[in-house]
T-cell receptor, first 114, second 116 residues
Framework: DADVTQTPRNRITKTGKRIMLECSQT?????MYWYRQDPGLGLQLIYY???????NKGEISDGYSVSRQAQAKFSLSLESAIPNQTALYFC?????????????FGPGTRLTVL | AQKITQTQPGMFVQEKEAVTLDCTYD???????LFWYKQPSSGEMIFLIY??????QNATEGRYSLNFQKARKSANLVISASQLGDSAMYFC?????????????FGAGTRLTVKP
């Protein structure tokens, strides 16, 4: 079984709709992250959480919100989706503890906003 | 300012040959980590290899090695004996600081195609 899972894997929605993407992990990591990837580009950090009570904005947090329901669960919400939020979204986890810390990624959610 | 630069949008290599994917980075922090990830066409991000700024030796993981030239601020990925399954996007990433409280920044990626 995958250590980091994301649901849904694909989603098509309309402008103005509220969307939630969910991430679960069984790695026991404290830290979780949400990224987006636009076609032909690298990943950009949306939000990250170092523990259940710690939520931080990344470089592109506008238009997004998150919820860390438990150590193992981190959800990303688009309150009112717009077409330029069409992208591939990744959840990642890490153990923490220095610059050696490696992030492990989920399979991604492909979101299309019409 | 761009933290991570990958100057090769696309690369081709013949099966069984070695290939080098370039990555340069920009930081004034003496402590940082460099990472390479592989993204096959299926979309997942697969961690390949890590190099710490204080590591004395270049990192190696199987057929992957990292040519770390600190003074030049480069961290090139070398794949030896390329296989068809190596065809994918490859991303270089960096995290600054000793306490892992900073963002991981990614380059734009290099698409590698292995020819039979």
């Amino acid at each position: 079984d995958a250590d980091v899972t994301q649901t849904p894997r694909n989603r098509i929605t309309k402008t103005g709709k509220r969307i939630m993407l969910e991430c679960s992990q069984t790695k026991g990591h404290d830290r979780m992250y949400w990224y987006r990837q636009d076609p032909g580009l690298g990943l950009q950090l949306i939000y990250y959480s170092f523990d259940v009570k710690d939520i931080n904005k990344g470089e592109i947090s506008d238009g997004y919100s998150v919820s860390r329901q438990a150590q193992a669960k981190f959800s990303l919400s688009l309150e009112s989706a717009i077409p330029n939020q069409t992208a591939l979204y990744f959840c990642a986890t890490s153990r923490g503890g220095g610059s050696t810390d490696t992030q492990y990624f989920g399979p991604g959610t492909r979101l299309t906003v019409l | 300012a761009q933290k991570i630069t990958q100057t090769q949008p696309g690369m081709f290599v013949q099966e069984k040959e070695a290939v080098t994917l370039d990555c340069t980075y920009d930081t004034s922090d003496p402590s940082y980590g460099l990472f390479w990830y592989k993204q096959p066409s299926s979309g997942e991000m697969i961690f390949l290899i890590y190099q710490g700024s204080y590591d004395q030796q270049n990192a190696t993981e199987g057929r992957y090695s990292l040519n770390f030239q600190k003074a030049r601020k480069s961290a090139n990925l070398v794949i030896s004996a390329s296989q068809l399954g190596d065809s994918a996007m490859y991303f270089c990433a960096m995290r600054e600081g000793p306490y892992n409280n900073n963002d991981m920044r990614f380059g734009a990626g290099t698409r590698l195609t292995v020819k039979p």
